[in-house]
């Protein structure tokens, strides 16, 4: 199933997409029709909260809409598909991304240097380019904004504290049933789904906290004001290898990057090996992916201005478009 979170008549609907997302059946509506219960149907944590049954119930539902509870995919508006999810733990999957960061943070440092040959020397002495080999231990996350999630096509206001604004390209798994204490093995039982995730920063204010703390205790902040998900959650049956999809970018139409998710160090199974160890993770949770390598500004050199508008695609589950804006900045 690709299953959208959308809006009509002013109110939140949930919704699947057919005929090649051209098409959005309503839920509640068909069900309704059907003369089944509606409240697995009320939004995307209803539905998925509803569990197995309530699935395979709405697989049924989108296999034959009646006329009556379709509509064109142009006349409504999409919103985040899961507005406001349980959780929101954004991971650091993608090893290439901190050798890109890393190298893109020396190339800065050395350009501005007296003298570029020593302190390039100095950097590659240093260590600075590697990966630490504290990484490969175990997956480290943060705790992100639930409360700061905004869907396809809306703008992301840039921070008024921030002159500095980055998109982060990433992808995210939806937790579908509780779990705790879950193997590896058994974790991608838990997977309801896939969705793209713009892990939005404000790069100034997330290095100014990190340097301020003493112990590089994190983003604070920085990341602390947008999440960007969508279009869509492609439930996990729909997706064969989820471990072997084009990421790319583009900004202003024009492509700045392409990765892919087979680059992951850390699966997503992985992560709710770790995570479930002594807690329990709830339906409707994200877990961020982290940002694959090459997928921000900080790594490529762009430099995003007011007015600039960043797509994100993940293969098999579509294009996340937002448009940045600056009241702030002239």
């Not at 993608?94 to 390039?120: C, E, K, M, N």
Request: hydrophobic share 40%; net charge negative.
């Amino acid at each position: 199933m690709r299953l959208i979170t959308y809006e009509w008549q002013g109110k939140e609907r949930l919704g699947a997409w057919i005929d090649n997302d051209h098409q959005v059946v309503d839920l509640a509506h068909t069900a309704g029709i059907a003369h089944a219960d509606t409240a697995p149907f009320a939004s995307m944590l209803a539905l998925i909260e509803g569990g197995s049954e309530s699935w395979d119930q709405a697989r049924v539902l989108i296999a034959d809409p009646p006329p009556a509870a379709l509509y064109a995919t142009a006349d409504v508006r999409l919103l985040a598909p899961l507005p406001r999810p349980t959780q929101i733990r954004d991971c650091l999957c993608f090893p290439d991304h901190l050798r890109g960061a890393a190298a893109a943070q020396a190339g800065r440092i050395i350009a501005a240097s007296v003298d570029p040959d020593a302190t390039r020397a100095e950097i590659e002495a240093s260590g600075m380019l590697e990966v630490p080999a504290a990484y490969f231990d175990f997956p480290v996350y943060y705790i992100s904004n639930r409360m700061a999630v905004v869907g396809p096509d809306a703008d992301v206001e840039w921070p008024p504290y921030s002159q500095n604004i980055d998109y982060e390209m990433e992808w995210a798994a939806v937790i579908g049933t509780p779990c705790r204490g879950v193997d590896a093995k058994a974790a991608g039982a838990h997977i309801f789904g896939y969705t793209v995730f713009n892990d939005w920063s404000a790069r100034d204010e997330q290095m100014r906290a990190m340097r301020a703390s003493g112990a590089n205790l994190g983003p604070a902040r920085g990341k602390d004001f947008c999440n960007g998900l969508g279009p869509c959650i492609v439930t996990a049956d729909e997706i064969a290898d989820p471990y072997a999809l084009a990421m790319t970018v583009r900004i202003n139409g024009e492509q700045v990057s392409r990765g892919s998710s087979s680059t992951m160090h850390y699966k997503f199974e992985d992560l709710i090996a770790f995570l479930s160890a002594g807690t329990t993770l709830y339906p409707g949770e994200i877990l961020g992916s982290g940002t694959v390598g090459g997928g921000c500004a900080f790594e490529t050199g762009q430099i995003i201005r007011p007015g600039d508008v960043i797509e994100l695609d993940v293969e098999s589950i579509g294009t996340l478009r937002n448009r940045v804006v600056a009241p702030h900045i002239a």
